[in-house]
């Protein structure tokens, strides 16, 4: 297991379709967090997993974003009925528990059109 | 409020020569973490070096080094010897402090970035 891994790298939809991206964390963390970051900005919190609790959700996760982690694994991003402003990098990280930081995978690259 | 500063949009620096990105974070909490990390135009995230609130010493991880000044609430990164491959986007963070006291949240606060551009 050498990192964080996300499907697919790139994804360019038109307006209105679905799309989900997956993300395969470090097998030992138990921690799993989405990341969104546009142009020209840090990434920003979306939602965390510890296991497969979904214990946080950020305001910028709208009713069209959903997220799941399934026996505490793996984790896909779902957004519905997408929108320009959804353009932007998607970026999947998890870690142990404790203090220290992430891993981060190298993210989905979303372009809506 | 902003809870990570970086108010160096573009940082320009010759190769072999030291770089100070500067960093300013914002919290009540006495227990917080401290993050450096690279992005290259490839997108990926890459962790840098770590600093602990109650960490005595400054962080070093090879080239990197982080010059803590807690009172001044200042966490800024200094790169020795820049080297080409250093060309990226940095990133300071903050992870929420309560994640350190083993609590449910455990999200990182970033800043807007500086590009860093290594010229020969």
């Known amino acids: 297991d050498t990192g964080v891994s996300q499907n697919p790298r790139h994804k360019i939809t038109k307006r209105g379709q679905n799309v989900t991206f997956r993300c395969d964390p470090i097998?030992?963390?138990?921690?799993l967090y989405w990341y969104r970051q546009t142009l020209g900005q840090g990434p920003e919190f979306l939602t965390y997993?510890?296991?497969?609790?979904?214990?946080?959700k950020s305001r910028l996760l709208s009713d069209r974003f959903s997220a799941e982690r399934p026996k505490g694994s793996f984790s896909t991003l779902e957004i519905q009925r997408t929108e320009q402003g959804d353009s932007a990098m998607y970026l999947c990280a998890s870690s142990p528990q404790g203090p220290r930081g992430y891993t981060f995978g190298s993210g989905t690259r979303l372009t809506v059109v | 409020a902003q809870k990570i500063t970086q108010t160096q949009p573009g940082m320009f620096v010759q190769e072999k020569e030291a770089v100070t990105l500067d960093c300013t974070y914002d919290t009540s909490d006495q227990s917080y973490g401290l993050f450096w990390y690279k992005q290259p135009s490839s997108g990926e995230m890459i962790f840098l070096i770590y600093?602990?609130?109650?960490?005595?010493q400054n962080a070093t991880e090879g080239r990197y080094s982080l010059n803590f000044q807690k009172a001044r609430k200042s966490a800024n990164l200094v790169i020795s010897a820049s080297q080409l491959g250093d060309s990226a986007m940095y990133f300071c963070a903050m992870r929420e402090p309560s994640a350190d006291r083993g609590s449910t949240l455990g999200r990182l606060y970033f800043g807007r970035g500086t590009q860093l551009t290594v010229w020969p």
């Open positions: 600093q602990g609130s109650y960490d005595e």
């Open positions: 097998s030992e963390h138990n921690r």
């Open positions: 997993f510890q296991n497969e609790a979904q214990l946080e």
